[in-house]
């Protein structure tokens, strides 16, 4: 690639390319867009993966009062709101000068195992198995949720299952499936009866079996295609996310760890209510959404990754037996390959299911969950901050309340936002190995989306399509006029 | 004996000076209503309550009951217009259940379930109208308020201190705080008041209260307000002075 710029992020001369628009990607939450600029000889030049943002939001929520805002949170997000829920009550708490019963705690942090529980198992088995299972370039019509329900129908139903109890567990903390009102400033509204433990606990060993089933499988996939999952979208990067004291995996609270991509400590145990004097966000005029980055590092060397990927390898044990287990098998296979893999995150993500649900059992059998202590309050405070590992990684919520109780400033880092440079990364690194210098086809074009339904991102918390999604991927010639157009419908099919 | 009129079929006792509404309510018939509340003179002015009486339409809470009456509530004609009539009142205010602390208390919310709408209808207002949070205990947010001045008769009739009001005409129609300032901070407004209590939908509100009651145990989680309704007439009001059917404050 000596005629081309290394980084991919701006082509030295645009004017004579011709663009690939990959929009909306498939299979991810929400609504993306990719494009490549190509030369005539199919050299890629310039890869950027555009994302629209829910800036809007931090204007919406101003005046409102605070303890509106954990509820008012939660439609940025269909897919996660109890995330931002979790999150906007933490930075309340902070507002009220609240210190959590133990009550509290328990049934936030197990409304927040079972948002990880169904989303991890929404992410692997509905968007991400498909590819897996058949091949990033297998036949389009079947690659999605419907080919694999026909193919592997067990695994499917496992899938389906897992979403469903995760969805139970939040239905019973947070009063509903999706707008629930459970999490309020300094605390719950409600505690776990004990008929509502026992329909949990029910089903809870089918779900740490059915886990540990898909974590066997991820690494079965792994084994089978040792060379290129290794490969695949690989890059070096830094990282962020939240630990407990002891340096344990816990994704509710701890203090920040950054590493950089040499597995330097950056900084560790740092309290995230000042997250603005390590973190600074960036912006490019090509994207809604902003470039975070560590700021000792500086805007072009400090983006890093977040989410299980990094929450799994950089904490330094999990604080359940099998999850534990399963990240010491998964740190040690291959000499550590699968650590440092684009492809890695599915692994990560499925150790973090199986800790979610060991999580939900262990906390299921605690008498803490039918305490009637449910709200705490203290000195009130100006500025709340609350910071919690949502099933994408890191998130950030950021409020300044008024004497008057009106929220007056909001600021938002979702993890999403933290992951954009990376993103951006790995489907340049994709597109050097797999597009550059090829002819086109839809499967070629699939691993940079592979490479993106990795982070699992969450585009535009809004839309959710299961793999329906239409695609439109136009061959531009200079003057933008259209050379050739591949379009899939909703149904799947490609023409 | 006491006289009777004819509701949907249904034969209903009234005493001399009861409206269409009391004496149906009393006698077990719901008729859907909004403004109309049981310890305040009738007030005609949201029209939910409408029925047809002898085959004209009437708002039944202003409608003295007369014997030998016939009247139609529970038709399609009166439920259709009812509903069209709430979906107005949905699309003129900002009301955004899904983050709204009254959902599962609103009146409106719970009338709306009752009839079956399931979309506003029509396009939405999005009034710009900015909260009154200046009172250090007592929200103000505007952008819900369906003009049925409850809150501007019982500050003056019961609490006597004409703290609400309603100004402007037709669509410019708003409700204001009787402050020079026009604030509610520079009222003698009390967390006690009458006022505080009858609110239908979420204007008036206690503060940092807000979600503290569970999904499932507000008012109308577990049984329509159909049936409740029933249930709170006639309400009155206990020795402290609170009501135990009116909705917000416990
Ligand atoms: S504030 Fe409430 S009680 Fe007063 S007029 Fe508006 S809706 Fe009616
Ligand atoms: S209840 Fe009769 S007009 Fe409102």
Redesign the pocket.
Known sequence: MTDLNDKLETAVHPENLRRVAIDPVSRVEGHGKVTLLLDENDRVHQVRLHIVEFRGFEKFVQGRPYWEAPVMVQRLCGICPVSHHIAASKAMDMIVGATLTPTAEKVRRLMHYGQILQSHALHFFHLSSPDLLFGFDSDVAKRNIVGIAAAYPEVAKQGVLLRKYGQEVIRITAGKRIHGTGSIPGGVNKNVSIEERDYLLKDIEQMIAWSRDALALIRQLFEQNLDSYNAFGRFKTHTLNLVREDGALDLYHGGLRARDMDGNTLFDHYDYSHYWDVIFEDVKTWSYMKFPFLRSLGPEQGWYRVGPLSRVTQCDFIPTPLANQARKAFMAFNGGSATGATLGFHWARMIEMLHAAELIQELLHDPDLQGSELVSKGQRQERGVGVIEAPRGTLIHHYKVDEHDQIVRCNLIVSTTHNNQAMNEAIRQVARQYIDGRKLTEGLLNHIEVAIRAFDPCLSCATHALGKMPLQVELLDVEGDVLSTLTRSADGAFS | MSDTFQLDGASIPFKAGQTVMQAALAGGHYIPHL?YHPEFKPHGSCKVCTVKVNGRTAASCTMPAEAGLSVESNIEEMNGLRRTLVQMLFAEGNHFCPSCEKSGNCT?QALGYDLEVHTAGFRHMYPDRPLDASHPDIL?D?N?????????R?SSEVDGKNV?S?AGRGIAKH?IVNAKSGLLKDTNIALTDK?MQ???????LQKRIGFSVPIGERRYDQRPISAQALDDAPRQADASGSCTACEGTP
């Open positions: 403004c409106l103000l505007f819900r308020c369906i003009l049925c001045e409850l809150c501007v019982a609400f309603l409700l006022a009858v609110c239908p939908v979420g204007v008036i």
